[in-house]
């Protein structure tokens, strides 16, 4: 599944990489920036991010305890 950023800009997948399994950090989260030059964040096309399920699981939760409180502060409006 594929998420797009940054008003469709960049293509974030995140994965588990078949061919790196006897690798600890064998999940993979992959960016794609699609823009023009002017516009870049990125010094490549292409960016590719290795986790081990530990790290995916924190940068998780992470991300829900964030989006909750974001939740909790636009509710609170």
């Known amino acids: 599944m594929a998420i797009y950023l940054l008003d469709d ?27 023009p030059f002017e516009e870049k964040i990125l010094s490549a096309e292409e960016v590719n991010l290795f986790l081990t399920a530990r790290q995916a699981r924190q940068l998780g939760l992470a991300l829900v305890e964030a989006a909750a409180r974001s939740s909790d502060l636009n509710e609170k409006q």
């Open 9 to 35: 800009t960049w293509k974030v997948e995140v994965f588990l990489e078949p061919g790196d399994l006897e690798f600890e950090d064998n999940i993979r989260i992959c960016i794609e920036e699609d823009c």
